[in-house]
């Protein structure tokens, strides 16, 4: 049971970057999707999520507005749409999955994926 986040990379201040997860079996296709992220001294944090439905989804404040996530249940892949990136968004972005929406909102999931780099320069 893997999952797979790629899509980081350096972007510019007011750049775009498309993270995606995906899933090595489609049992994930049942369960809550969430990205978290961890700044460089910083601890972990709740950045969205989305039910196996693709609807309702839920997005930090922080990034409210500027980042989307996504579903595409025939890939079983999890996507994480960034817009008007900050250097504040400067992370390690991880996916993750579980089976309830308010525990992955918490930070307890049940699967992680590696992290995949992101950098926001100024």
């Known amino acids: 049971v893997q999952l797979q986040a790629f899509g980081g990379g350096l972007v510019r201040a007011g750049g775009s970057l498309r993270l995606s997860c995906a899933a090595s079996?489609?049992?994930?296709?049942?369960?809550?999707m969430a990205w978290f992220r961890q700044a460089p001294g910083k601890e972990r944090e709740f950045v969205a999520a989305?039910?196996?439905?693709?609807?309702?989804?839920y997005h930090a404040n922080a990034v409210k507005g500027r980042f989307t996530i996504s579903r595409d249940h025939a890939k079983i892949t999890v996507y994480l749409q960034m817009k008007s990136l900050k250097p504040e968004d400067t992370a390690v972005y991880y996916c993750?999955?579980?089976?309830?929406?308010?525990?992955?909102?918490?930070?307890?999931?049940?699967?992680w994926g590696q992290g995949t780099l992101v950098t926001v320069s100024s």
């Open positions: 989305v039910v196996w439905r693709g609807s309702p989804k």
């Open positions: 079996e489609r049992t994930f296709s049942s369960y809550v």
């Open positions: 993750a999955a579980g089976d309830r929406m308010d525990d992955m909102m918490s930070g307890r999931a049940e699967y």
